[in-house]
C-alpha cells in the first residue's frame, strides 16, 4: 500500500430527509492505488457522486475515514479542507462550470491564485501549458461561452490541472459531450493516469471500460461487483463486508 | 495587471448591468439621503449662527417713556456695570401703500449707520447711509412692496402724513423674519427722515449687551432689570423690558423642525436603501452561489470567496459615493439655499465641514459592506455540495414555516394561478419580510407626508374657521374706538358683522421689579397680548382646552391661548393672575385655556370693559375687527378699502390692517418649503420601495427559472407567465398597502404633534389624506406592474429547454 492511495475505511453518508435520514453511502471500504484510472459506475441515486464528493473533500462523511494522499481529510476544516482541495485534487464537472466572465487562460489561472501556487508573472504562463496540452491553447483568450462542449471540457481538465494536483477527479464528463468528443476526453484522462495521477472518474459510458484499470460499482449505498458483462475484467477487488 | 478574480468582479458586475445599477442606486439613495442632510445641517447650523450672531443681536430692549434717549443717558448706561454695549433706537409701525392697500412698515430709526454696535444690518447696494427722506429696505421686503431701489413708495406713519420716499438701498438683516412670510416691509431710516414723517418722538428704546455672551434668559432679565431701575432712579419712565430668548433666531424652530424632519427622512432613507442593498445584493448572490461551489472545490478558501465579494460590493459602493457624493451637494445646496431664503440668512461659505462627507463616505461604504456581510458570509459558508446542486427554489419544498404561513392564508381562488401566484410569495419568507418593509416603509412615509401636508392645510383652514372676521384694523390710539365706530362702519353696505376691541401688550408677572416680555425687536415673535372685547363676540369661535370661556358679564375673568399656556405652563384654571398691562399691575381670575391657532404672540382675552376699568381707561377700544358679506378674496380686498376710506376720513389714526386671507397666508408661507422638501422626500421613499419591489420580483424569478420551464413545458402561455409574475408582485404590494397603511397612522400621529408644536405649540389634528392613500395605491399598481414586467419579460424569452437547462 503505498501512501499515495486513496484508502476508504467503513465510509457512512446520511443525508437529512423529509421522512428521516435517507442513507447514501452504507459501510464502504475501498481502496484506489495511486496512478490509477478508476471508474465508479453506477444508476442514477445510487450514491458514487456522493462517494466522489467524498473523496475530493466537497463533502464530509457521517461516520468512517478517508485518507487521501496520505491526509486523512474528515478531520481537516472547512478552509483547510480548500487548501488541501486545491493543491491535492483537480476536479472537472460534467456541465464544464467554468466561470462565464472569465477567459479560458483566466479560468485556469484562477486556481492558481487561490493557492498561489505558483509565482504570479509564471501562471498564466503555467496556464498556457496546460491548455497547450489539452490542445486549446488557441483558444486561451476566449469566453467560455464562445467554446464547443468539448473544447469546454478539455479547458475544464486544463483548470483541474492548474495545481499539479496528484488526484483527478471527474464527475460524469462526458456527459454532456458526442461521442468522438468523448473518446478524446478519456484519452486525456488516460495519458494523465499515465503520467502518475491517480484519476477516479464518475461515468455511465461503458463504451469506455477499456480505458480503465480499475471499475467500482455502486448500487443502493453499497459497493458491489458490477453485473454489466461491460464492465467485466475491470471489476478490481472489492472489500464489501465489514472488517 | 488585474488579478483573475478582480477580473471577474469587474465583468459579473458588467455582465450584469441592470442588477448593478440597481445596486448603485441603492446605495446612491442612502448616501445621497444622508449626505444631503449632513451637509445642509452642518452648513446651515454654522450659517445660521454666524448671521444671526454676527448682527450682534440686543440681549435686551428697554423701551423708555421719554420723548428721546440722549447722548449722555447713552453714554452713562455703556458705563455701567456689566453692560457691554448700549445702541439708542426706535422703531416705528408706519403704514406703506402697495397698489391700492396699504401693508404694514416697521421703520428702525438708526443713531449713527456707520458705526451699528447692536442689531447690524449690512448695506448690500445703494446708498450708505440713507440720504435723509429716503430709506433703506431690507431685502426681503422688496418682494413686499412690490419695488426696486431708486423707486418711491408712498409711506404714513401713525401721527405724520403721506409722504413719498425713495429707496435709496438695499440691506440684509439677518435678525428678522423674511418679510414676505410676515407680509410687511422692513425700512430703516434716520432721525431726521422721521421728522419729515412728522413724528416727533426721538430714540426711545435702548438696547443692551451684556458682558456675559453665554448669558441664559433668566440672568438677562435680572441684568435689564437692574437697569431699567437704575432708569427709574435717574428720572426717567421705563414703558417696556424686552428679552427675547438670547442667540435664538426668531425661526429657530422653524429651522429645528425643518433639519429633525429631514434628519428622521434622511435616517429613514439610509436605513431603507441599506436594507434595499441587502436585497440587491442575495439578487447578486444567488446568481453566483454555483460560482462559489465552483471557486470551493477548485481550492477557494471562505475569506478568499469573501473577499472577492466584499470587493464587488465595494466596488459598486464607490461608484455609490461617486454618483451620490454630487448629487448630493446639489441636493443639500438647494435645500440650503431655500432654507436660508426661509431664514433670511446668507450663506457665506456652502462648503460642508469636513466631517460631513467622511460620515457620507463611510456610511456609503460601511453600510453596504454590513450589509453584504452575511449573504456574502452565508454564501462563503455553503458546501460545495448544495452550492453545486443549487437551482434555486425549485427543487426544495417551502419550510414548514412558510407552508404554514401560506395555509394561513385564506385566500383561495378559482384560478390555479392566482393560487400559485399567493402561494409563491410566501416562499422566501425573509425576502417578503424586507420587501414589505421596503415597500411598507416607503408607503408609510409617502402617505404621512400627504397626511402632514393635509393637516397643515386643515389647521390653516381652521384659522379661518375659527376667525370669523375678515378684516382687523389696530388704530394708534387706546381711545380711538369709541361707541359709535363700530355703528358708522356697521352701516357700509358690504359689512355684516363689526366689533370694537381694546388690544394692549402685557407682561406676565415674573416676580422681578420689571416684568420683561419675551419679544423680539419686530415686537412679532414672542410677543404676549391681552384682548379686551364682548364676551359674547360674534366674530371667534375659539374651541375651549380646558375650562371656559368668559362669562357674560366677564368679571375680572381671563382666558388664555395655548400659547400663553406653552410660556407659563406653571397657570391653572381657577388660578389668580397678574398681568402688567400699560406699566400697572391687573389681576385676573383664570377661567379657561382656548386654542387660538395662527396666532404668533401669547393672548389672554377679558371683558373690554373689565380691562378698560382695570386700566383706567373710559370703554373704548383700538381694534376693529370686520366681517363682509361676501367671502371672496378679491370682494374682501374691495370692502377693506371701504372701510379704511371710512376711517381715514374721519381721521382715526390706522396702525396696521390685516386681511385674514394675509395671515393664512403668511402661516401657510411659513412652512411651504418644509412640506415641498418632504413630498420630494416622500417620493424618494416611494421610489425606494419600488426598486426594493423589483428587485424581489427579480430575483424570485431568477430563482424559479427551471420551475418556470416546468410550466411552460406543460403549455404555460407567454402570457401566463407574465400573469403569474406580475399577479405575486401585485399581491405583495397590496399586502404592503396594509402595513403601510398603518405605519402611516402612528407616523402621521407623532409627526403631525412634534410639527404642530414646533410651528403651532398644538398638534397638527389627526387627519388620513385619501388622495395620499389613492396616490399610493396607484403607484403600487404601476410601480409593481414596472417592477415585475423586466423579470417577467426576462423569464418569458428564456426557451422552455433553457428554462429546464437553466444552472
Known amino acids: 500500500m503505498k501512501e499515495e492511495d486513496i484508502i476508504i475505511e467503513n465510509l457512512h453518508k446520511n443525508f437529512p430527509a423529509g421522512a428521516g435520514n435517507f442513507q447514501a453511502l452504507t459501510d464502504i471500504s475501498l481502496r484506489i492505488p495511486q496512478g490509477s484510472l478508476t471508474a465508479l459506475t453506477g444508476k442514477s441515486g445510487s450514491g458514487k457522486t456522493t462517494l466522489l464528493n467524498m473523496i475530493a473533500g466537497i463533502d464530509r462523511p457521517t461516520k468512517g475515514r478517508i485518507t487521501v494522499a496520505g491526509r486523512a481529510i474528515e478531520a481537516l476544516s472547512e478552509d483547510e479542507l480548500a487548501g488541501w482541495r486545491g493543491k491535492n485534487v483537480g476536479i472537472v464537472f460534467q456541465f464544464f462550470q467554468l466561470l462565464p466572465t472569465l477567459t479560458i487562460l483566466e479560468n485556469v489561472v484562477l486556481p492558481m491564485d487561490f493557492c498561489?501556487?505558483?509565482?504570479?508573472?509564471?501562471?498564466?504562463?503555467?496556464?498556457?501549458?496546460?491548455?497547450?496540452?489539452?490542445?486549446?491553447?488557441?483558444?486561451?483568450?476566449?469566453?467560455?461561452?464562445?467554446?464547443?462542449?468539448?473544447?469546454?471540457?478539455?479547458?475544464?481538465?486544463?483548470?483541474?490541472?492548474?495545481?499539479?494536483?496528484?488526484?483527478?477527479?471527474?464527475?460524469?464528463?462526458?456527459?454532456?459531450?458526442?461521442?468522438?468528443?468523448?473518446?478524446?476526453?478519456?484519452?486525456?484522462?488516460?495519458?494523465?493516469?499515465?503520467?502518475?495521477?491517480?484519476?477516479?472518474?464518475?461515468?455511465?459510458?461503458?463504451?469506455?471500460?477499456?480505458?480503465?484499470?480499475?471499475?467500482?460499482?455502486?448500487?443502493?449505498?453499497?459497493?458491489?461487483?458490477?453485473?454489466?458483462?461491460?464492465?467485466?475484467?475491470?471489476?478490481?477487488?472489492?472489500?464489501?463486508?465489514k472488517r | 495587471m488585474l488579478s483573475a478574480q478582480s477580473k471577474k468582479i469587474v465583468r459579473d458586475l458588467a455582465k450584469a448591468p441592470g442588477k448593478t445599477a440597481l445596486l448603485v442606486l441603492a446605495i446612491a439613495l442612502g448616501v445621497v439621503a444622508i449626505g444631503s442632510i449632513l451637509d445642509a445641517y452642518a452648513v446651515l447650523s454654522r450659517e445660521i449662527q454666524a448671521n444671526y450672531l454676527g448682527t450682534m443681536p440686543a440681549m435686551a430692549t428697554i423701551k423708555l417713556e421719554s420723548q428721546g434717549v440722549s447722548d449722555e443717558l447713552d453714554q452713562v448706561v455703556a458705563s455701567l456695570?456689566?453692560?457691554?454695549?448700549?445702541?439708542?433706537?426706535?422703531?416705528?409701525?408706519?403704514?406703506?401703500?402697495?397698489?391700492?392697500?396699504?401693508?404694514?412698515?416697521?421703520?428702525?430709526?438708526?443713531?449713527?449707520?456707520?458705526?451699528?454696535?447692536?442689531?447690524?444690518?449690512?448695506?448690500?447696494?445703494?446708498?450708505?447711509?440713507?440720504?435723509?427722506?429716503?430709506?433703506?429696505?431690507?431685502?426681503?421686503?422688496?418682494?413686499?412692496?412690490?419695488?426696486?431701489?431708486?423707486?418711491?413708495?408712498?409711506?404714513?406713519?401713525?401721527?405724520?402724513?403721506?409722504?413719498?420716499?425713495?429707496?435709496?438701498?438695499?440691506?440684509?438683516?439677518?435678525?428678522?423674519?423674511?418679510?414676505?412670510?410676515?407680509?410687511?416691509?422692513?425700512?430703516?431710516?434716520?432721525?431726521?427722515?422721521?421728522?419729515?414723517?412728522?413724528?416727533?418722538?426721538?430714540?426711545?428704546?435702548?438696547?443692551?449687551?451684556?458682558?456675559?455672551?453665554?448669558?441664559?434668559?433668566?440672568?438677562?432679565?435680572?441684568?435689564?432689570?437692574?437697569?431699567?431701575?437704575?432708569?427709574?432712579?435717574?428720572?426717567?419712565?421705563?414703558?417696556?423690558?424686552?428679552?427675547?430668548?438670547?442667540?435664538?433666531?426668531?425661526?429657530?424652530?422653524?429651522?429645528?423642525?425643518?433639519?429633525?424632519?429631514?434628519?428622521?427622512?434622511?435616517?429613514?432613507?439610509?436605513i431603507l436603501g441599506a436594507i434595499l442593498t441587502a436585497v440587491v445584493i442575495s439578487t447578486l448572490m444567488v446568481r453566483q452561489i454555483r460560482e462559489i461551489g465552483v471557486m470551493k472545490a477548485l481550492g477557494a478558501r471562505s475569506g478568499q470567496i469573501a473577499a472577492i465579494y466584499l470587493g464587488m460590493i465595494v466596488l459598486i459602493a464607490l461608484a455609490a459615493v461617486g454618483l451620490g457624493l454630487p448629487v448630493s451637494r446639489l441636493l443639500s445646496w438647494l435645500l440650503i439655499e431655500a432654507v436660508a431664503d426661509l431664514l433670511n440668512v446668507t450663506i457665506q461659505n456652502s462648503s460642508p465641514p469636513l466631517w460631513a462627507p467622511m460620515v457620507q463616505l463611510f456610511s456609503g461604504l460601511l453600510v453596504?459592506?454590513?450589509?453584504?456581510?452575511?449573504?456574502?458570509?452565508?454564501?462563503?459558508?455553503?458546501?460545495?455540495?448544495?452550492?453545486?446542486?443549487?437551482?434555486?427554489?425549485?427543487?426544495?419544498?417551502?419550510?414548514?414555516?412558510?407552508?404554514?404561513?401560506?395555509?394561513?392564508?385564506?385566500?383561495?381562488?378559482?384560478?390555479?394561478?392566482?393560487?400559485?401566484?399567493?402561494?409563491?410569495?410566501?416562499?422566501?419568507?425573509?425576502?417578503?419580510?424586507?420587501?414589505?418593509?421596503?415597500?411598507?416603509?416607503?408607503?408609510?412615509?409617502?402617505?404621512?407626508?400627504?397626511?402632514?401636508?393635509?393637516?397643515?392645510?386643515?389647521?390653516?383652514?381652521?384659522?379661518?374657521?375659527?376667525?370669523?372676521?375678515?378684516?382687523?384694523?389696530?388704530?394708534?390710539?387706546?381711545?380711538?374706538?369709541?361707541?359709535?365706530?363700530?355703528?358708522?362702519?356697521?352701516?357700509?353696505?358690504?359689512?355684516?358683522?363689526?366689533?370694537?376691541?381694546?388690544?394692549?401688550?402685557?407682561?406676565?408677572?415674573?416676580?422681578?421689579?420689571?416684568?420683561p416680555i419675551r419679544t423680539y425687536p419686530d415686537k412679532r415673535h414672542g410677543s404676549a397680548y391681552i384682548f379686551g372685547l364682548e364676551p359674547d363676540s360674534e366674530l371667534i369661535r375659539f374651541p375651549v382646552l380646558e375650562g371656559r370661556w368668559l362669562g357674560p358679564d366677564g368679571k375680572q375673568e381671563v382666558v388664555l391661548n395655548h400659547m400663553a399656556r406653552f410660556q407659563m405652563p406653571d397657570i391653572q384654571v381657577g388660578q389668580e393672575l397678574t398681568l402688567w398691562v400699560e406699566g400697572r399691575a391687573t389681576r385676573w381670575h383664570v377661567v379657561g385655556f382656548i386654542q387660538d391657532l395662527g396666532s404668533p404672540s401669547a393672548s389672554a382675552y377679558t371683558a373690554r370693559r373689565e380691562l378698560n376699568h382695570a386700566l383706567g381707561l373710559s370703554d373704548t377700544g383700538n381694534l376693529v375687527r370686520v366681517a363682509f358679506h361676501h367671502g371672496d378674496g378679491e370682494s374682501i380686498q374691495q370692502a377693506g378699502r371701504v372701510v379704511e376710506a371710512l376711517l381715514s376720513s374721519s381721521n382715526t389714526p390706522i396702525l396696521e390692517t390685516y386681511l385674514m386671507t394675509d395671515i393664512r397666508n403668511a402661516v401657510a408661507d411659513h412652512m411651504k418649503v418644509l412640506i415641498r422638501s418632504l413630498l420630494v422626500m416622500a417620493l424618494l421613499m416611494a421610489s425606494v420601495g419600488i426598486i426594493g419591489l423589483a428587485a424581489a420580483m427579480s430575483m424570485n424569478i431568477l430563482e424559479r427559472t427551471r420551475e418556470l420551464g416546468v410550466l411552460r413545458a406543460m403549455g404555460a402561455s407567454s402570457r401566463d407567465i407574465y400573469y403569474l409574475v406580475m399577479a405575486e408582485g401585485l399581491f405583495i404590494g397590496l399586502l404592503s398597502l396594509v402595513f403601510a397603511k398603518v405605519l402611516a397612522m402612528l407616523l402621521s400621529k407623532a409627526l403631525g404633534s412634534f410639527l404642530g408644536t414646533m410651528a403651532f405649540r398644538a398638534p397638527l389634528p389627526f387627519t388620513i389624506s385619501l388622495g395620499g392613500v389613492g396616490a399610493w395605491v396607484l403607484l403600487i399598481f404601476f410601480g409593481a406592474l414596472a417592477a415585475t414586467y423586466f423579470p417577467a419579460r426576462n423569464a418569458d424569452r428564456m426557451t422552455t429547454r433553457e428554462s429546464l437547462a437553466y444552472e
Request: charged share 20%; aromatic share 6%; hydrophobic share 45%.
Open chain 1, 116 to 241: 498561489r501556487i505558483h509565482k504570479k508573472s509564471q501562471r498564466s504562463s503555467k496556464a498556457l501549458e496546460l491548455l497547450r496540452v489539452v490542445g486549446i491553447a488557441d483558444q486561451a483568450h476566449k469566453f467560455p461561452a464562445a467554446l464547443s462542449g468539448g473544447q469546454q471540457q478539455r479547458a475544464a481538465i486544463a483548470r483541474a490541472l492548474a495545481n499539479d494536483p496528484p488526484i483527478v477527479v471527474a464527475d460524469e464528463p462526458t456527459g454532456n459531450l458526442d461521442s468522438q468528443t468523448a473518446e478524446t476526453i478519456f484519452a486525456l484522462f488516460q495519458s494523465l493516469a499515465q503520467s502518475g495521477k491517480t484519476v477516479l472518474i464518475v461515468t455511465h459510458e461503458n463504451a469506455f471500460a477499456k480505458y480503465f484499470q480499475k471499475v467500482f460499482s455502486i448500487s443502493d449505498g453499497r459497493i458491489h461487483e458490477s453485473a454489466d458483462t461491460h464492465w467485466k475484467g475491470a471489476i478490481c477487488s472489492v472489500r464489501k463486508a
Open chain 2, 81 to 270: 456695570p456689566g453692560v457691554a454695549a448700549v445702541e439708542k433706537r426706535a422703531m416705528i409701525l408706519a403704514r406703506m401703500k402697495i397698489g391700492p392697500d396699504w401693508l404694514p412698515l416697521l421703520l428702525m430709526v438708526v443713531d449713527d449707520f456707520s458705526h451699528l454696535k447692536l442689531n447690524r444690518f449690512k448695506p448690500i447696494s445703494g446708498a450708505w447711509p440713507p440720504p435723509e427722506g429716503t430709506m433703506l429696505v431690507e431685502r426681503t421686503a422688496l418682494r413686499v412692496m412690490q419695488a426696486r431701489p431708486g423707486e418711491k413708495i408712498l409711506v404714513k406713519t401713525p401721527h405724520g402724513t403721506e409722504m413719498d420716499m425713495v429707496i435709496s438701498g438695499v440691506v440684509h438683516d439677518p435678525g428678522l423674519a423674511p418679510a414676505w412670510q410676515e407680509n410687511l416691509g422692513y425700512g430703516y431710516i434716520s432721525l431726521k427722515t422721521l421728522r419729515l414723517l412728522g413724528e416727533s418722538q426721538g430714540f426711545d428704546e435702548l438696547r443692551l449687551l451684556f458682558d456675559n455672551p453665554n448669558a441664559q434668559v433668566g440672568e438677562i432679565e435680572t441684568r435689564a432689570g437692574a437697569v431699567a431701575q437704575w432708569l427709574v432712579r435717574h428720572g426717567q419712565k421705563v414703558h417696556e423690558v424686552q428679552v427675547p430668548p438670547p442667540r435664538f433666531h426668531p425661526h429657530q424652530g422653524q429651522m429645528t423642525a425643518v433639519l429633525s424632519l429631514f434628519a428622521l427622512f434622511g435616517f429613514a432613507t439610509l
Open chain 2, 368 to 515: 453596504p459592506v454590513c450589509m453584504a456581510f452575511l449573504p456574502v458570509r452565508r454564501a462563503g459558508k455553503m458546501s460545495i455540495r448544495t452550492a453545486l446542486g443549487n437551482y434555486g427554489i425549485s427543487q426544495s419544498l417551502p419550510s414548514k414555516p412558510a407552508l404554514a404561513a401560506t395555509s394561513k392564508v385564506r385566500l383561495r381562488f378559482s384560478n390555479p394561478s392566482l393560487n400559485l401566484a399567493v402561494r409563491n410569495i410566501f416562499r422566501q419568507k425573509t425576502r417578503l419580510v424586507m420587501t414589505l418593509l421596503l415597500l411598507a416603509a416607503g408607503g408609510g412615509l409617502f402617505m404621512t407626508t400627504l397626511n402632514i401636508s393635509k393637516a397643515w392645510d386643515t389647521n390653516i383652514q381652521k384659522i379661518q374657521k375659527v376667525r370669523l372676521y375678515d378684516l382687523e384694523i389696530r388704530l394708534a390710539e387706546t381711545r380711538a374706538v369709541d361707541s359709535t365706530l363700530p355703528d358708522r362702519i356697521r352701516m357700509l353696505p358690504e359689512v355684516k358683522a363689526v366689533e370694537g376691541w381694546q388690544m394692549l401688550p402685557m407682561a406676565f408677572d415674573r416676580g422681578l421689579a420689571f416684568h
